[in-house]
């Protein structure tokens, strides 16, 4: 195992370039299942859990290779195979992508359940809810999902709860169903309109992408298709969020500004002068982080996914902020490790109420899931002193090169072995 040592205190200054978005080439590897050919991708990034996928898809008769120039090369070769083990979907979760796609074209699909995670329950009922409205026949068995249909349905799915991969599976299902579905209660975010594009190359019939209600007019037919992946809207704001904990000046490239607007609109309130073109930031931290509330809410809301790194900032804060999670039901486990370091954070309910302290200081602390460990090392990089973040496992699943990048921005981090 490994952990980062970091040395607080020093502000930020230079260029990061903002890697490919990792929820947004899960679904897109995915979706290679839907044809056969080759697919030259570019910007996949070198992550844990895309490494992960490419193991999935190969136990499913797909081949990958990484060729120089941020090119992945797919061929989908074996169209026999349809299981999907318990001992790579359990860690991760997000394996559930290829469900959709395997039931569409081979018309079988044996899924390991994904079992709960430290964020909350996050279960997978709206998936098969829908997949069986489209004619499925699914039984959850020996912790499997073991599902079969001779052609799936166009049908009208009306998700309860706004979900991402849900939506991304039914959207993939869909393509290649008879008739015409209609997603009604859609998640709208970037990453779903970004695999609507590569299914599109691809020949899908798709509308709506973006909005609350999709609709995907079935084809007979896809076909392989190359493709560029979006870059990462989270990781573009998670070094906002370090660079308003320090403060500083960076410049973030390839950045995914489109995408952004409502974290955007945060950090300004922030006090983060940004200066914005069409994929590039300048962000110039001066002073101290004024004191904001935020609730996460599906997009275009504030996403989940920046609340632990936008708390971090908050504990240094110059008031008292109120941060509400409303998509995860547990995901403060940074909470008790942020007040290792000095933090002042009461939780109630689905809130936490910071107090933003003068400083923090280093201290050992743990990582628990993905932008938890990120707001722990934002933490570290603001704190006086030493700090060591253990269990960076969870960061490498999300971050590409994360400590490298810090480290060009002048951050003291360095990674040791345990
Ligand atoms: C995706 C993202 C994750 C992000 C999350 C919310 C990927 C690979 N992951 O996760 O980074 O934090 O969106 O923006 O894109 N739910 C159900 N039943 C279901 C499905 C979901 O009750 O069948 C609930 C979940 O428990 C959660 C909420 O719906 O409370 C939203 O979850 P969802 O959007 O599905 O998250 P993921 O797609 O797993």
């Not at 195979?81 to 079988?108: C, H, N, Q, W």
Request: charged share 25%; net charge neutral; aromatic share 4%.
């Amino acid at each position: 195992m490994e952990k980062l040592v970091i040395n607080g205190g020093k502000k930020l200054s230079g260029d990061v370039k903002i890697s490919g978005a990792k929820n947004s080439a899960l679904p897109i590897l995915s979706a290679v299942l839907l044809a056969e050919g080759k697919y030259l991708l570019q910007n996949i990034p070198q992550l844990k859990d895309i490494s992960t996928m490419l193991k999935l898809l190969e136990t499913l008769g797909v081949s990958s290779l990484q060729k120089e120039n941020d090119v992945t090369v797919i061929n989908t070769e074996n169209l026999e195979l349809f299981t999907a083990d318990y001992e790579l979907v359990r860690t991760m979760r997000a394996s559930i992508l290829v469900l959709g796609p395997l039931l569409a074209k081979r018309g079988r699909a044996k899924v390991s359940l994904p079992g709960g995670c430290a964020i909350g329950e996050r279960p997978v009922d709206l998936h098969i809810k829908a997949l069986k409205q489209m004619g499925a026949d699914i039984e959850v068995e020996h912790g499997y999902i073991n599902a079969k249909c001779n052609k799936l349905k166009g049908s009208i799915i009306n998700f309860d709860i706004v979900t991402v991969t849900g939506t991304e599976n039914i959207m993939m299902a869909a393509a290649l169903a008879e008739g015409t579905t209609v997603i009604k209660n859609a998640a709208q975010e970037p990453e779903v309109i970004d695999l609507a594009r590569f299914l599109k190359g691809m020949g899908a019939k798709i509308t709506g992408e973006g909005t609350k209600t999709i609709e995907v007019e079935g084809v007979s037919e896809l076909k392989s298709v190359d493709y560029s992946v979006m870059t990462d809207r989270i990781e573009a704001g998670t070094f906002l969020a370090a660079v308003a904990a320090t403060g500083g000046k960076i410049k973030l490239l390839n950045c995914p500004v489109w995408a952004m607007t409502s974290v955007l609109e945060k950090f300004s309130e922030i006090g983060l002068k940004m200066e914005v073109s069409e994929d590039s930031i300048v962000a110039v931290m001066d002073k101290k982080p004024k004191a904001v509330d935020v609730t996460t809410l599906p997009y275009p809301g504030f996403p989940t996914d920046m609340q632990a790194q936008l708390m971090a900032v908050m504990t240094l804060s110059d008031g008292l902020s109120v941060i509400t999670e409303n998509i995860f039901e547990n995901r403060f486990m940074h909470v008790s490790e942020l007040k290792r370091m000095g933090a002042n954070i009461k939780l109630k309910d689905r809130s936490a109420v910071i107090k933003g302290e003068d400083k923090l200081t280093g201290a050992q602390v743990m990582a628990s899931d993905l932008r938890a460990s990120a707001s722990l090392v934002i933490a570290a990089l603001a704190a006086e002193g030493e700090s060591q973040v253990h269990r960076i496992y969870h960061l490498d699943r999300g971050y590409e090169k994360f400590d490298e990048k810090l480290r060009a921005l002048s951050a003291d981090i360095r990674r040791e072995r345990e």
